[in-house]
């Protein structure tokens, strides 16, 4: 597949590219940071630009099969900003397929997951990310939304939970490290099942 990666010099977009071109996908890498990515080989393209700009991202996605999608800073909420533009630009060049990270939190209600003093210290980025999400569910391209649990940066297990249809764990680990995320966004790229979906991912075996 020729996938774009948005915030491909991320911590997990960087797992996202070495993982893509493993699997022999053509990938076009898009940043702010092209510096990060000399020492990456294997890559189509590097654009260089803003996401806050529709013609960085048209330039990013044109004749693309798919997007991946990860954005967003607790420190800087532009989520739903960039999310829009990158709507318009996918409008505009004509790509439908788009897989978006964003946060289990959303959807949690079990009080184990997160406290509430670290619920409202991620309150400005969680609103933010939530105007992401409603702004892909209520576009016309072809969306997934992943919702992570907790992200770290431990070895990869390979061994993934999936919620389909958004719906809560019903018991932990709510985390798993972005190698592992990485490889359900490539799968979910390519998996035209989970078109219009919101799906949550956590570590551990499927039952």
């Given at each position: 597949m020729k996938i774009t990666v948005i915030g491909a010099t991320g911590?997990?977009?960087?797992?996202?590219?070495?993982?893509?071109?493993?699997?022999?996908?053509?990938l076009t890498a898009f940043t702010r940071r092209p510096q990060m990515l000399e020492k990456v080989s294997g890559l189509k393209k590097i654009v260089t630009g803003d996401a806050l700009h529709?013609?960085?991202?048209?330039?990013?996605?044109e004749n693309q099969d798919a997007v991946i999608a990860i954005v967003g800073?607790?420190?800087?909420?532009?989520a739903a900003e960039i999310t829009?533009?990158?709507?318009?630009?996918?409008?505009?060049?004509?790509?439908?397929?788009?897989?978006?990270?964003s946060s289990y939190l959303l959807g949690s209600t079990?009080?184990?997951?997160?406290?509430?003093?670290?619920?409202w210290l991620l309150r400005h980025s969680l609103a933010d990310r939530l105007s992401a999400?409603?702004?892909?569910?209520?576009?016309?391209?072809?969306?997934?939304?992943?919702?992570?649990t907790r992200l770290h940066d431990k070895p990869a297990t390979g061994h993934v939970r999936l919620q389909a249809g958004g719906h809560e764990f019903?018991?932990?680990?709510?985390?798993?490290?972005?190698?592992?995320?990485?490889?359900?966004?490539?799968?979910?790229?390519?998996?035209?099942?989970?078109?219009?979906?919101?799906?949550?991912?956590?570590?551990?075996?499927?039952k």
């Open positions: 911590r997990t977009g960087m797992h996202v590219l070495e993982q893509g071109i493993g699997r022999g996908h053509e529709v013609s960085d991202l048209k330039q990013a996605i800073d607790r420190r800087v909420p532009v829009g533009y990158l709507i318009q630009a996918m409008y505009e060049t004509g790509v439908q397929r788009l897989v978006c990270v079990r009080p184990r997951v997160i406290t509430p003093l670290f619920q999400d409603q702004i892909i569910q209520s576009s016309k391209t072809d969306w997934t939304i992943v919702r992570a019903e018991s932990g680990p709510y985390e798993i490290c972005r190698a592992d995320l990485a490889s359900v966004l490539l799968d979910t790229a390519a998996n035209q099942d989970a078109i219009k979906s919101i799906i949550n991912v956590s570590w551990g075996r499927n």
